[in-house]
């Protein structure tokens, strides 16, 4: 194992030293954002699954604190991934002093039997030290082999919790009044979707249009099957009327079409702020993750993003953008406008770059956005408005083209006008680009031996270009 010390990211969340997937137990509380994640804390592989534990208040700056729901050789066996709550109503009953309990769900595993089963443990201090509940598991192992990540809101309407899981090719609806207590309420997704592989951590809530409409979200991720091959997260739009979720669509719709956002969930207790739904992913893709060759670290989180419900072309779809914060938090460094066929700007290499790039662009044109760095290597990324499709190639992008299965990566585009509205938040080893106000993203994992240093955009046409870049601090 070499120490690599040029990967790590600055912007994005890594754990200091070993293994980590997905993040678990997102909770908003007294104006911190917690961030549990799947850890191993003896070692740079999968294994010893325990939640890890970070805080931040402006999600871009994270510290780090002990792991805080331990697996258990004799007792729960190991921790796997799961959510957690703020009971503003104290509904369970655990409240001893000033906060409102925090309560978290997550499946577990016995060493020996493998069975998955659902427990809680909770906090009574805003978060800060948290304890497993003693007459845990809450939800018994109905026989069936892949039962697991649960996610838990609130449903103001029925006024109760209501908790996804999956199992294994369906998601599973239960229903509390206390968190402790769950009836099974119904089951989706049998008929509905993508099925090219096992699903996993559902997420479920609403999200409203700049107009005010209403639509249930349900994601789902599966693996293998995504878009781009191995791990990829869909999701439905529908409606869910307190037992039974029901999707408005037939089409397979992706939250990102990058290979590197897996298992995104949102945090709970933020809407209750201001309303946002913010997401964070693991950035990572099951078919490689243990053969990143990242140390002391492997694993990192995609930037977390604010979802929002948009209308296009008579269709509701989910669209993503870097989270409020993250972007309050970038300060613009340089800027180009021209009106020529090629137009380049350096890179500085201090920070996290948020890159915004906007182009006028004729249907039957194309696109070219490239990074380059000293040692020859690139990534390009290619749109194509009359397929309606970006491509993006990462096999010259340096150490990558011995790991990643798929070097070309495609994904489709919904607004195909004739301006162009990007933005690219490079980070070492990351490339996320947000296409059009966020209505197609790709996360994609890059390894270059040097970091990218500048930035071209050419088309055939001479219409207006702009680059402006900005750090995130
Ligand atoms: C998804 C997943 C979950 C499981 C966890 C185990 O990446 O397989 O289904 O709970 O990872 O680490």
């Known amino acids: 194992n070499i120490f690599t010390p040029q990967w790590r990211p600055k912007a994005h969340f890594t ?44 999600l871009v700056n994270w510290h780090h604190h002990p792991v805080a729901v331990e697996m258990s050789p004799k007792g729960l066996g190991y921790i796997y991934s799961g959510s957690a709550v703020v009971d503003y109503d104290n509904t369970s009953g655990l409240q001893t002093g000033e906060h409102p309990p925090l309560v978290a769900l997550f499946t577990h595993t016995e060493a020996n039997t493998e069975v998955q089963r659902q427990s809680l443990a909770y906090s009574l201090d805003g978060g800060d030290s948290w304890q497993q509940y003693a007459n845990n598991p809450v939800i018994e192992n109905p026989g069936i082999v892949d039962f697991r990540d ?32 769950w009836a099974h309420i119904s089951s989706f997704g049998e008929d509905d979707g993508s099925h090219q592989g096992e699903w996993e951590c559902p997420d479920l809530f609403e999200l409203t249009t700049e107009t005010g409409i209403k639509k249930w979200v349900l994601l789902v991720s599966l693996v293998p099957g995504g878009p781009n091959g191995g791990s990829g997260t869909q999701y439905f739009i529908g409606d869910f009327d307190g037992v039974q979720f029901k999707a408005e669509h037939q089409d397979v719709r992706w ?7 897996y298992a995104g969930v949102t945090w709970d207790g933020r809407q209750t702020i201001d309303n946002r739904r913010t997401l964070i992913a693991w950035m990572s893709n099951w078919t490689y993750a243990e053969d990143m060759p990242t140390f002391p670290w492997r694993g990192a989180m995609c930037l977390p993003r604010d979802l929002s419900l948009t209308q296009i072309d008579g269709n509701f779809y989910v669209t993503n953008l870097p989270a409020k914060e993250v972007l309050d938090s970038s300060q613009i460094v340089s800027e180009v406008t021209a009106s020529d066929k090629v137009l380049s700007l350096p890179l500085s290499q201090k920070s996290a770059l948020d890159i915004q790039l906007s182009c006028e662009i004729t249907q039957s044109d194309k696109l070219y956005i490239r990074m380059f760095n000293d040692a020859g290597e690139t990534v390009e990324l290619k749109y194509l408005p009359q397929r309606q499709k970006l491509v993006v190639d990462r096999s010259q992008a340096g150490w990558s083209y011995k790991l990643w299965r798929t070097p070309r990566l495609e994904a489709k585009t919904f607004i195909d006008s004739g301006k162009v509205n990007a933005r690219l938040v490079l980070d070492t080893s990351s490339l996320e680009v947000f296409w059009q106000q966020g209505s197609t993203t790709m996360t994609i994992c890059l390894l270059p031996t040097q970091p990218f240093n500048r930035i071209e955009i050419s088309s055939d046409n001479t219409g207006d270009k702009k680059i402006s870049l900005a750090e995130i601090k």
């Open 255 to 261: 939250l990102d079409y990058g290979p590197d956002n």
């Open 150 to 181: 649960p996610k838990v809101s609130w449903h103001p309407a029925s006024s109760q919790w209501i908790m996804a899981l999956t199992a294994g090719h369906s998601i599973e609806f239960y229903a509390s009044k206390n968190l402790f207590d």
């Open 15 to 58: 754990p200091e030293q070993n293994w980590m997937n997905d993040p678990n137990g997102l909770v908003y509380y007294n104006g911190k954002y917690h961030l549990f994640y799947q850890y191993n804390p003896h070692g740079n592989d999968w294994g010893n699954m325990n939640w890890g534990h970070a805080t931040s208040t402006d």
